[in-house]
């Protein structure tokens, strides 16, 4: 079946409830993971442009943010399971493009996801990243259900 699966993570918790579910399975397939990060382009803002000629080292450490810590959180959860993994991150502000990519690049036969739900215009408007990866994907893409993404 599976052998290798993408899960892309962020810092809410739908994220944490995926990568749990997504460790599991892998764990039941044999597969292994590489989890990704794809983090926006803190120097296109205005505050990141401003940091980061004044004080590089503080605009180094804004710009990644939880980053490590959110992939060393999903890298534990991995290990607990015996489940062999990856993490990468990377700066963008096109996730599902870098999603895709990587998928590819590191020959990843399923893409393991959630959506975050976003409806109404804001949703149309922007369109969800899952979405995306969904319309684009020329491999499978397992979109994982959650009772509830944290939102009220």
Known sequence: MYQHLLVPVDSTELSAVTVSQAVKFA????????FLYATPDFSATSDGALLLSVAPQEFSERAQGGTQAILAKAAEQASA?????????????HPYVAILNTA?????????????????????????QTEKVLHHSTI?????????????
């Not at 397992?142 to 009220?152: A, T």
């Open 81 to 93: 399971k015996g489940v062999v993994h990856h993490t990468l991150s990377m700066v963008t502000d």
């Open 27 to 34: 764990s039941q397939l044999n597969a292994q993971i590489t």
């Open 140 to 152: 499978p893409v397992l979109v994982s259900s959650v009772e509830s993404n944290g939102k009220k």
């Open 104 to 128: 590819k690049k590191n020959g990843c036969d399923l893409i393991f996801m959630a959506s975050h739900g976003q409806r109404g215009l804001l949703g149309l408007l922007r369109g969800s």
